[in-house]
């Protein structure tokens, strides 16, 4: 096999484009290995931990062409790039193509329906001028960028505040507006409940187990994971809060985020109950999961769902520690909360306890040392120049293979969501990798458990079914809600945790 790496000086493309481009380049006949990235720090030490040697002149508005070659011929890779790159950025031809597009937010703007909701997605340093000018015309905006100051957003918000403008976001992966999905949304049915979420992945925990349960939504309003921090205060969750209490189409609506600071949910819980509509409450904290508020949500609307669905068999673990390897970042804070329950320490890059912290090089050198590790693969230190990992799964996969062939991992947790704008096929790229992980453990001489939580629903386009089917045909014990899938893995590392749960009602 040989390596090679060409540096294009100034050329550019967005990190869901170059996905694309390096999954048709891996593809073609003798290519063992590509990729196709802009030469972001991020990108750069993800190259370096697959075996490339990138040249140091290397900059971020330089794109870098990596490719690992088997019997390929270069220069037919090489054109294979350029076919690819000119055939994903050719731009669709919709009606009159004689009518250029608006260059700016402020001139798309100018043309736009009075209730249009503006949807920005740059990058995060651009992200905070093309908002205000949302807010500024008196916008609903959804900013799905994320690595936007903190600054930035308090002063988007409070802006917005002044105008009665709802902000979601920055960083807002998931939404449901006027019955249409933004975002990486499941396909959901119209229904009573109201969502107010300062989670991507924690509001589509919640509308999976709701369809599964047969009850659809009148609204997801997505605020950023950052709305109920102490800096910003939940500015867009009262806003978001106020919009459903007007809207005639919620009955009940539930609040969902990661931890919380304790002051800023102690001020959204008094302007809860201010409230005509009910407004339940999920936020995370010790004791309590997304499924257990969503199980008291459906009992307010004397809904009594069957048992959450589950795919495979369960399986017996050796012993080792827990790696749980997340694309959801309140997903990843669920499973730390529960786990921290029964195990002593959890690293973690997003860690709830800050001496436990990984350093983001740390994970993408999988210098993970040997205690239970947590990872969220879609923090903003791993998304700088690539796309958000529920697209572009490399970084976790090697984690995989790595978990596979480290003697002191017993058992894997992860997360697989469906929706809109997601891996179209995940069950396609993350089956076979978990084959290999648990095949390379059998080499070892040891059995390496997988445990996934997969989140979607019924009409997702994925097919939640038959996702569910392709991953335990693989060896993985799959559950839709993932507070069931951590204590069943915990349970896999410390037997004791498996009794408590047997006892409380809860599979082994």
Same mark, same amino acid.
């Given at each position: 096999?040989?390596?090679?790496?060409?540096?294009?000086?100034?050329?550019?493309?967005?990190?869901?484009?170059?996905?694309?481009?390096?999954?048709?380049? &891996?593809?073609?006949?003798?290519?063992?290995?590509?990729?196709?990235?802009?030469?972001?720090? +991020?990108?750069?030490?993800?190259?370096?931990?697959?075996?490339?040697?990138?040249?140091?002149?290397?900059?971020?508005?330089?794109?870098?062409?990596?490719?690992?070659?088997?019997?390929?011929? +270069?220069?037919?890779?090489?054109?294979?790039?350029?076919?690819?790159?000119?055939?994903?950025?050719?731009?669709?031809?919709?009606?009159?193509?004689?009518?250029?597009?608006?260059?700016?937010?402020?001139?798309?703007?100018?043309?736009?329906?009075?209730?249009?909701?503006?949807?920005?997605?740059?990058?995060? &340093?651009?992200?905070?001028?093309?908002?205000?000018?949302?807010?500024?015309?008196?916008?609903?905006?959804?900013?799905?960028?994320?690595?936007?100051?903190?600054?930035?957003?308090?002063?988007?918000?409070?802006?917005?505040?002044?105008?009665?403008?709802?902000?979601?976001?920055?960083?807002?992966?998931?939404?449901?507006?006027?019955?249409?999905?933004?975002?990486?949304?499941?396909?959901?049915?119209?229904?009573?409940?109201?969502?107010?979420?300062?989670?991507?992945?924690?509001?589509?925990?919640?509308?999976?187990?709701?369809?599964?349960?047969?009850?659809?939504?009148?609204?997801? +309003?997505?605020?950023?994971?950052?709305?109920?921090?102490?800096?910003?205060?939940?500015?867009?969750?009262?806003?978001?809060?106020?919009?459903?209490?007007?809207?005639?189409?919620?009955?009940?609506? +539930?609040?969902?985020?990661?931890?919380?600071?304790?002051?800023?949910?102690?001020?959204?819980?008094?302007?809860?109950?201010?409230?005509?509509?009910?407004?339940?409450?999920?936020?995370?904290?010790?004791?309590?999961?997304?499924?257990?508020?969503?199980?008291?949500?459906?009992?307010?609307?004397?809904?009594?769902?069957?048992?959450?669905?589950?795919?495979?068999?369960?399986?017996?673990?050796?012993?080792?520690?827990?790696?749980?390897?997340?694309?959801?970042?309140?997903?990843?804070?669920?499973?730390?909360?529960?786990?921290?329950?029964?195990?002593?320490?959890?690293?973690?890059?997003?860690?709830?306890?800050?001496?436990?912290?990984?350093?983001?090089?740390?994970?993408?050198?999988?210098?993970?040392?040997?205690?239970?590790?947590?990872?969220?693969?879609?923090?903003?230190?791993?998304?700088?120049?690539?796309?958000?990992?529920?697209?572009?799964?490399?970084?976790?996969?090697?984690?995989?293979?790595?978990?596979?062939?480290?003697?002191?991992?017993?058992?894997?947790?992860?997360?697989?969501?469906?929706?809109?704008?997601?891996?179209?096929?995940?069950?396609?790229?993350?089956?076979?990798?978990?084959?290999?992980?648990?095949?390379?453990?059998?080499?070892?001489?040891?059995?390496?458990?997988?445990?996934?939580?997969?989140?979607?629903?019924?009409?997702?386009?994925?097919?939640?079914?038959?996702?569910?089917?392709?991953? &335990?045909?693989?060896?993985?014990?799959?559950?839709?809600?993932?507070?069931?899938?951590?204590?069943?893995?915990?349970?896999?590392?410390?037997?004791?945790?498996?009794?408590?749960?047997?006892?409380?009602?809860?599979?082994?």
């Amino acid at each position: 096999m040989t390596d090679h790496v060409r540096i294009r000086s100034g050329a550019y493309a967005d990190s869901v484009t170059l996905l694309q481009v390096s999954k048709r380049v &891996a593809a073609f006949a003798g290519v063992v290995d590509a990729q196709v990235a802009m030469a972001t720090g +991020l990108n750069l030490e993800t190259l370096a931990a697959m075996g490339f040697d990138v040249p140091p002149e290397a900059t971020p508005n330089d794109m870098v062409v990596a490719v690992r070659l088997d019997g390929a011929v +270069l220069d037919d890779v090489l054109d294979e790039v350029d076919a690819a790159l000119d055939e994903v950025s050719r731009p669709a031809v919709d009606g009159d193509a004689t009518v250029a597009p608006p260059r700016t937010t402020a001139s798309a703007l100018r043309g736009a329906p009075a209730d249009a909701v503006v949807l920005v997605s740059v990058p995060g &340093a651009s992200a905070f001028v093309e908002a205000m000018d949302a807010v500024e015309a008196g916008h609903d905006v959804m900013v799905f960028s994320d690595n936007v100051p903190v600054a930035q957003e308090v002063t988007l918000k409070s802006a917005a505040a002044g105008r009665d403008v709802l902000v979601m976001g920055p960083d807002c992966g998931t939404a449901v507006v006027g019955g249409v999905g933004l975002g990486f949304a499941n396909v959901v049915r119209p229904g009573p409940v109201g969502i107010v979420a300062a989670s991507g992945t924690g509001t589509q925990q919640v509308l999976a187990l709701l369809d599964q349960a047969g009850v659809g939504v009148s609204a997801a +309003l997505g605020v950023g994971g950052r709305d109920l921090s102490a800096a910003v205060g939940g500015l867009s969750t009262r806003t978001a809060l106020a919009r459903l209490d007007d809207d005639p189409a919620t009955s009940h609506v +539930l609040v969902v985020s990661k931890p919380p600071a304790p002051q800023v949910a102690a001020s959204i819980e008094a302007y809860a109950e201010s409230l005509a509509v009910p407004v339940e409450l999920a936020l995370l904290a010790p004791g309590t999961d997304l499924t257990l508020r969503t199980e008291a949500l459906l009992d307010s609307l004397g809904v009594r769902p069957e048992p959450w669905r589950r795919w495979g068999q369960p399986e017996e673990a050796g012993p080792g520690r827990l790696c749980g390897l997340f694309v959801g970042g309140t997903l990843c804070d669920e499973a730390m909360l529960i786990a921290s329950e029964h195990l002593d320490e959890i690293r973690s890059n997003i860690p709830l306890d800050g001496g436990l912290g990984l350093d983001p090089a740390a994970v993408l050198a999988g210098d993970l040392g040997d205690a239970h590790v947590m990872i969220d693969f879609g923090d903003d230190a791993l998304t700088v120049g690539r796309a958000h990992p529920m697209i572009d799964p490399t970084l976790r996969l090697g984690a995989l293979r790595r978990a596979g062939t480290d003697p002191s991992t017993a058992a894997v947790l992860l997360d697989v969501v469906l929706g809109h704008g997601a891996e179209p096929d995940p069950g396609a790229v993350l089956a076979p990798a978990i084959e290999a992980a648990r095949q390379a453990a059998a080499d070892g001489g040891r059995i390496l458990a997988v445990v996934v939580t997969l989140v979607g629903t019924s009409s997702d386009p994925q097919g939640l079914e038959r996702q569910g089917e392709a991953l &335990a045909a693989a060896g993985a014990y799959v559950f839709s809600s993932n507070a069931e899938a951590t204590r069943h893995a915990v349970g896999l590392v410390a037997p004791a945790a498996a009794r408590t749960a047997t006892t409380a009602g809860e599979a082994p």
